[in-house]
């Protein structure tokens, strides 16, 4: 595997029997420590966010979908008035 330069770390306690098992996983993947939770983690995060970013309807569902947002729209006086405030996270 080809080394990529790195410019960051993180920093991680964990019990004894963890990073055995980490080291053991590890050797057997022929990677260091560092490259295996580098790649399994990479791995864990995508498929982490790829259930926030990315979803799939059948038909059915992808027609109920679009009609949320083809429906008219209707007046929320309160909301209107809500936003239209100053914040209170603004000075």
């Known amino acids: 595997m080809a080394r990529i330069d790195t410019k960051e770390r993180i920093d991680i306690r964990l019990p004894v029997v963890a ?4 080291q053991q996983a590890a050797a057997a993947s022929h990677k260091s420590v ?7 983690g990479l791995n864990a ?4 966010l790829a259930d926030r970013q990315l979803f799939e309807l059948n038909a059915k569902d992808w027609k109920a979908f679009q009609a949320v947002f083809d429906r008219p729209v209707k007046s929320k ?3 209107r008035k809500l936003l239209s405030e100053k914040s209170i996270l603004e000075p």
């Open 19 to 22: 990073k055995q098992l980490l």
């Open 34 to 40: 560092t490259e295996f939770l580098l790649h399994h």
């Open 45 to 48: 995060a995508s498929r982490t």
């Open 77 to 79: 006086p309160r909301l």
